[in-house]
């Protein structure tokens, strides 16, 4: 009898210990399906298969589990614009870095996802956007700084590094992630093409001429 019963009390402990997951992907589908204002908790707790006890023993808000989703996503950026990348080598070798880690970003479903509904809801709800600005301002201003400091050395000449970085930015977006925001898939272009044109491109423009690095350096 014992041993019959070993199985029963094992299961319900491994189902609770999974539910915050069930309850996060739960979210993340009904949350880019309907919009966060339209989905309940008592929607929640169904899609998950949970008893709303505990939906509510795991989160008190909707915007609870919204912020478990963000800090999620915030982990999954952590090492996008790693700190100290200005001593990883050559200028061209550290935006090759930096390129191919967010395009690697822009491939989890969890983040394109979560940005598709941020997007959709961040008109109606202020917060939602502000929040995930907070998330995602820290490591813009990394690629910032480091322009800024490839700028002060000679190497490169972003008059505005704030807008260089954007740029930056914005042409792998235009390629890989924003063709994912409309429903299409990610034009056909091979990573390392893709990283390559971009970080040509962009040295193109803001490479300082060699000459005039060699004499800014020799000034300072």
């Keep these: 009898m014992r041993a019959g019963n070993s199985p029963t009390e094992v299961g319900p402990k491994s189902r609770h210990g999974g539910s915050r997951e ?26 998950a298969g949970v008893a709303r006890r505990t939906l509510y023993n795991q989160f008190a808000t909707k915007e609870d589990i919204f912020r ?9 950026l952590e090492d996008t614009f790693p700190s100290g990348m200005e001593s990883n080598g ?17 491939k989890q479903p969890e983040y394109s996802g979560f940005l598709r509904m941020v997007v959709a809801d961040s008109r109606q709800l202020p917060w939602i956007a502000e929040e995930f600005a907070a998330v995602m301002e ?4 990394r690629l910032v ?13 972003c008059r505005s590094p704030a ?4 740029q930056f930015m914005g042409m792998l977006n235009e390629l890989s992630l924003w063709p994912w925001m409309i429903g299409r898939e990610s034009l056909p272009f091979p990573n390392d093409e893709v990283v390559e044109e971009t970080v040509q491109m962009f040295l193109q423009r803001y490479r300082r001429p060699r000459s005039k690095a060699r004499s800014s350096r020799g000034a300072s």
């Design 138 to 141: 820290p490591r813009t201003e």
């Design 22 to 47: 069930a309850i996060i992907e739960a979210a993340g589908r009904l949350f880019l399906q309907r919009g966060f204002g339209f989905v309940s908790m008592d929607d929640l707790a169904k899609a």
């Design 68 to 76: 478990e989703m963000l800090r999620r996503v915030s982990g999954q």
């Design 90 to 106: 050559e200028v061209e070798d550290v935006l090759r870095l930096v390129a191919r880690l967010i395009l690697d970003v822009h």
């Design 163 to 166: 807008l260089a970085a954007h």
């Design 145 to 157: 700084q480091y322009l800024t400091s490839q700028t002060a050395r000679g190497i490169l000449d």
